[in-house]
């Protein structure tokens, strides 16, 4: 089956279209750099002639709140326009777990805005909602660098493996349309403090992790379970621990 990944060059598109070739699948890395633009639509059109499934898995390269309000609205609507015309039957996106709860920041806000143009659209669609990439802590404890100190707050983390988020998405690309959402997570839940004051010992990294309740995740402070999925997660399996890249995250 062609299997279009738009997104297909960056950290999960890259693992989606190994996976899906070692199955067998036509993946098709849609990218600038391969010839395809969402956002001026070039490419598009070729990109999705005979494909029946897209997955979506592009994101902003930026974080600030019109820009990335614009990259997600202006990319779907073009990429969903571009399928409708191409007979696409399987709309894939990913997404984030707590998008839809208060308190939101505003990539949060730009990705709800995103899967509301795909839940109103004709073509069929899944949804996933993972939680934090084990690739993106290092980002994570930078955003919340305050000199040498790293403030956290202890709510529950539980982040997962990048190729655990690109299985379990391709999982889905090659089944039937949920027409709704699935959330995928970790196989472990943290302390969102414990889980960073031990991943900075892990890099050998001197900076203090404080645990404030008032530290904000991207600009919005987070309650207890605004980061982890509901009962019925599809969980990862590679652990923080055991995970190859766990210590290079640091550099």
């Known amino acids: 089956m062609k299997i279009v990944v738009v997104g ?19 993946a098709v890395a849609a990218a600038p750099s391969t010839g395809v633009n969402t956002l001026t639509g070039e490419g598009l059109a070729e990109a999705l002639a005979g494909t029946p499934v897209v997955i979506d898995v592009s994101n902003s390269p930026s974080f600030e709140e019109a820009a990335v309000l ?22 894939i996106a990913l997404s984030v777990v707590g998008t839809e709860r208060p308190p939101g920041n505003a990539y949060f806000r730009a990705k709800i805005a995103q899967e509301k143009l795909i839940e109103k659209s004709s073509i069929p669609f899944s949804l996933v909602h ?3 990439f084990f690739e993106f802590v290092r980002r994570i404890a930078d955003d919340a660098t305050d000199g040498d100190k790293v403030r956290m707050p202890p ?26 959402m699935m959330e995928v997570a970790g196989p472990e839940q943290f302390r969102m403090d414990e889980f960073f004051r031990d991943a900075l010992a892990s890099w050998g990294d001197p900076r203090e992790v404080v645990t404030d309740p008032h530290a ?4 919005a402070e987070l309650l207890e379970r605004s980061l982890v999925p509901d ?21």
């Open 130 to 132: 993972a939680t934090q």
């Open 8 to 26: 297909g060059t960056g950290l999960i598109g890259s693992k989606l279209v190994t996976k899906l070739s070692e199955h067998g699948h036509e």
């Open 231 to 251: 009962d019925g997660a599809t969980l990862g399996q590679i652990r923080y621990r055991d995970w190859p890249g766990r210590n290079a995250a640091g550099k």
């Open 216 to 219: 904000q995740y991207f600009g």
């Open 70 to 91: 614009e990259f997600f609205e202006t990319s779907t609507r073009n990429l969903l326009a571009a399928e409708a015309a191409a007979g696409v039957g399987h709309h």
């Open 155 to 180: 709510v529950l983390f539980q982040p997962m493996a990048g190729d655990d988020v690109a299985a379990a998405v391709g999982r889905t690309a090659v089944g039937p349309p949920l027409n709704g």
